[in-house]
């Protein structure tokens, strides 16, 4: 029944209970049978039962642990409820206004009933004596209302509070807790934005709030005099954790597919009857979001990897040399050394011993976690135990799109609802998968909070700058073990923040794993740095070394060297190859290569779309057949990348069965294959290669490059008796030094680098002979030399070169430190000085502030195709059936808005900005539309005909293809 059919309310009745927080917008209330607007109090139940379920249930250890200290003095118990009650105040005073109350009454929508609804109880909490004569709707957000009025309902004793002169003492922290609650909604409001909420509020006001919070505090069993001496913010990580927790709490809490609307009229007035029910639902919220902390059972390497029981040397290593407690480990090995296992084996050894309850892998590319998050769900499938669920979620912006989302979801429909499962369905389905995925956390910003994830290290950069709901990214991080993979494909802004938040981690007690096939000694030693800075420890004496680096919360640092395998695993020969040009290379591949996979890796797309044509114009003189070229970029609609990785993983990937991979080779392996891409084949896929030819590349990127020929060796068992070449393909001039591109915002690489790197690989080679590369640890001294601080010294040409480059190199780098400076928070300043919480706060800023990469970021085109028989407008060239475009609310029409959203996805294709600027650009893509767009409105819309070619003739140097991509013509 509706609330516009309610009873008279009760004479006696608390005024307070008829304050609302929610309406029913969305009809899910109504649709049970439940009122159409759900009580302030009920929701702060909500809030604080959420609250001290995710204390019991879900925080790490070290995080409790931090929690207590802060608002217990060390006694978890007496945190749990200080937390609890102050999470509940989130809304309140805010909400518990008349400005605020009024807008259920003035509502403007076409649910009628709603309307009707509102009405209702505006008459209703009128006779209930509720004060809703003054002030109309009020432009001030309802989050900074409760940090303007809430310290003094909590009894703080400063001027402000007190109606007085005088400015508020730093040391009080109710006033810093008010802020944080002030910042639920993304942004901690700062003082004048804090100052800016005040009202004019009627006495009635004042009192109906000290009465909701003794109520709340009567419930929770909080002594309010008491309250101020137990909060104790001198820990940096303390207001991440505290804000971060009170967001998660709020956002379960609102899910009103876990939660019940509660009114006087529905509910009764019995409010411990309300706080039982809370408590109840929180219980079973939990369980339904899988938000148990992971309880990880002893295991054996063997037990944990039974597809390879025998460690490789790096792995041993480690398991003869654990970590003890809380760490960061530094893991350099070479591409197919098993560093995604080791990183495994030491997540599940750091939850059994630190108590962290999950995980979250980041790496450099979309495409890599997709890859990464296959695996992390098969390994996850055999570490839980018999009855333990978890939910795994990738982590980026097509993640809805990709193959493990869909094979993650409850139900064979990706668009069915968690929610439909009751927890009594988890319990006792003894077959249920145990990875699954809740489509709750596909909303931005909820995967992390999963209890595992994948996905791209934008995550943790975004984490430690601000930006919306940047300390709810530390907040879901911190009680995991995070690992870093590709720890060297990062810029040096990149790093100056993934350095900061790695500072923060350390802070809150997390652990980090960084994986990397070889690092430059500055990277490694920013690394730990700024884990000893997050300990609030000093930096390093020495540069640490590796390949192994393990430093414990105290700074301790020990290193590690794995003993060298008995044959000449990992050693390749470098061959520096001038390159031709496209059309004489495509000859050199086909006629040089006849049998084998061989891989060109381009430093462009536009260099590896000319070389595809070119093999592909000349293929068939040399008996090649055109699917025996396969070209692989980023520039592909989502489900024609996917398609196109899947296929090369499946054919030049390990044995399709797991427990065969050790003892046969893939049987789906072809005679031949030519491979064209750019760097999606050097981190982002599964494979190996016997023949592989590369651009000039940073010597780093070269090292993780040449991993690919030593990936699966049993699929090429000629290896264990030879030592692969590397092609280095390089464009010389004139005097033979280097062709470098030209230091344009565009350029991929930097030019100093390059050179740099084409210097140490020929100043060490043998005169007519390939240079010879071993384990990543004997080629740390040629690396160090490219990243050196000054240009190498000496009278030839390339000195010349390189000293001319290196001032640009330099700016260039103070370029990215200084943007990194400017949006990097630490959790400790250079002196060691915490970070406070008027630091933290930024009041509304703009998102674009926050960035996890510099340069201007692709634009996403929208593939749609015309049919010319039908005139319909359809997903796919191959299928004329009409595409949605209905605009579809997410939560009221919530499988066919998920059901379109997959398509969008599927249909995306990055395009560079570049495109759109500078000489003869393209037409700008926001007039690319097309009539009727609906959901796609505002978007850029690529219209093609089934061949490919687009419909707008403005956009006539474009074409696509599912094999080539898409390509923009001069």
Known sequence: MSDARQSPVQPLLPMWLWLWAKTDLHGLSRKRGGPAWNSLLAHCLDTAAVCGALIDHHLSAPARARLADAFGAGNLATARRVLMLLAALHDMPGKATAAFQMLFAALRTRDTELAEAGQHWAQAAARAGLPLSGPRPDPRPHAHVTARYLPALLGCPCPRCLGTDGRIPHELPLHDIAALLGGHHGDIPNNSTIRAASLRLDPLWHTMHRALADELARLLDVDLQRLPGLIRLERPCIPVLFAGLVVHSDWIASNENLFTYRTPDTAGTDTSAWWQASQDQAEAAITTLRLHRWNPRPMTWAEQMPNTPRPRPTQQTIIDNPPTGQSL???????????????????????????????????????????????????????????????????????????????????????????????????????????????????????????????????????????????????????????????????????????????????????????????????????????????????????????????????????????????????TRIKLLPDPGPNELAHHLLSRHPHGITTVIRNSVTRAEDLHRALRDIAGHYGWKPEEIQLLHARYQERHRSHHQHHIETRLGPHPDPELRTEQPNPHRPHRLLLIGTQVLEQSLDYDTDHLYTDLAPLDLLLQRRGRQWRHTINRPHLHHGTPLTHVLWTPRPDGLPQLPPPTPHAVYDPYILAATWHALTDRAPTHAPLTLHHPHETQPLLDTVYADHPPAGDHPIHQLLAELHPQWIRRLQEEATHAGHRALWPYDEEGNPTTVAQLASGPLDETFARSRLGTPSTDLIALYQHDDTGNVAWQPTDPEPADLTAYHPIRHTEPHRRQRLEIHRNTIPAPTHWFTGRNPLPDPTTWSIPNAGALAGRPILLMRPDGQPVDPRLERLRYHPDTGLVRRP
């Open 329 to 571: 480990i530094i893991i350099e090995d070479t591409t197919g050394g098993g560093k995604t296992e080791t990183s495994q084996y030491l997540t599940h050894h750091l939850a059994l011993t630190c108590g962290y309850h999950g995980s979250y892998t980041a790496l450099p590319l979309r495409a890599a976690g997709d890859q990464v998050a296959d695996r992390t769900a098969a390994y996850l499938a055999t570490v839980l135990g018999d009855r333990e669920r978890a939910h795994l979620a990738l982590v980026h912006g097509n993640a809805f799109a990709h193959g493990t989302t869909s094979h993650l979801a409850l139900t064979d429909s990706v668009v069915t609802m968690a929610a439909n499962i009751t927890c009594d369905d988890l319990d006792t389905h003894h077959n249920a998968p145990a990875v699954i995925l809740d489509h709750w956390y596909l909303a931005r910003t909820r995967g992390l909070l999963s209890c595992f994830g994948v996905g791209t290290i934008d995550q943790i950069i975004l984490a430690a700058q601000h930006g919306k709901h940047w300390f709810l990214r530390l907040y879901a991080l911190a009680g995991k073990t995070v690992v870093i993979d590709e720890a060297h494909a990062y810029d040096l802004y990149q790093q100056r923040l993934l350095a900061a938040a790695i500072a923060w981690l350390a802070d809150a007690g997390a652990s980090i794993v960084v994986l990397s096939a070889t690092l430059p000694a500055t990277i490694r030693s920013d690394l730990v740095n700024a884990w000893r800075r997050g300990h609030n420890t000093n930096p390093a004496d020495t540069p640490p070394t590796g390949p192994i680096t393990i430093v414990d919360s105290k700074g301790h640092r020990r290193t590690h060297t794995p003993a060298r395998s008995r044959h000449t695993r990992y050693r």
